[in-house]
Each structure stands twice: as C-alpha cells, then as structure tokens.
C-alpha cells in the first residue's frame, strides 16, 4: 500500500508559481495512476491533473490548462503539479491521490495525502 504526503504550499501572488510535491512511501508506487484534487471552502473537491502510472498520459480541468505540469518521476516516489500564472480562483487546499484506475473521478481515489494549502492573493 502508498501513503500519500504533500508539501510546497504557501502564499504567492497572482501571476506567481509553486510547484506541489507529493512523496509516496510504498515499493508499489509505479503501479498507481496520481492525481491533484483541490478543495476551495464553500466548493465541492475539484479534479485538477491526473497523470499515468508510466508517466505517459496526463488530463487536466479546462481552468489550469497551459498553467500547471503534472509530472512524476518514480525513481523518487513523487509526483508534482508546477503551478504557472496562479489566479487567486486557485486558491485551495490540494490534495494528492493514488488510483489504480486512470480516472479524474475522486471516489475512485482510495490513497489521499492530508493537503497542502496554497493561496493566491490578488
């Protein structure tokens, strides 16, 4: 099994950039898909990027497309979201998670990190 733990939130501007890191502990890594989800306060969770268990496949929500990376490297058991050109509508706390199914719906995510917060003030 994978546990989930995230970091690289913080306070930026708009315009600015984070990149989020996730690190998976667990020799079966590679065989997840990872995705970002995104929860805003007063929303529901947000599918943001997925990306495949190889690497070689990613889907992005329409409002991060041309703005953030989703990418991974499981030599180091870590997936990322590099966030370009953030808006404060960004703002959230962002989840990873790990599917054996290659699918942007989160109630087939069974592997949740605990968050990292990121806020974009204007």
């Known amino acids: 099994q994978v546990q989930l733990v995230e970091s690289g939130g913080g306070l930026v501007q708009a315009g600015g950039s984070l990149r989020l890191s996730c690190a998976a502990s667990g020799r079966t890594f590679s065989n997840y898909n990872m995705a970002w989800f995104r929860h805003a306060p007063g929303k529901e969770r947000e599918f943001v990027a997925l990306?495949?268990?190889?690497?070689?496949?990613?889907i992005y929500t329409d409002s991060v497309k041309g703005r953030f990376t989703i990418s991974r490297d499981n030599a180091k058991n870590t997936v990322y979201l590099q966030m370009n050109s953030l808006k404060p509508e960004d703002t959230a706390v962002y989840y990873c998670?790990?599917?054996?199914?290659?699918?942007?719906?989160?109630?087939?995510?069974?592997?949740w990190g605990q968050g990292t917060q990121v806020t974009v003030s204007s």
């Open positions: 990306i495949g268990w190889s690497g070689g496949g990613t």
């Open positions: 998670a790990a599917s054996s199914t290659f699918t942007t719906r989160d109630v087939l995510y069974n592997r």
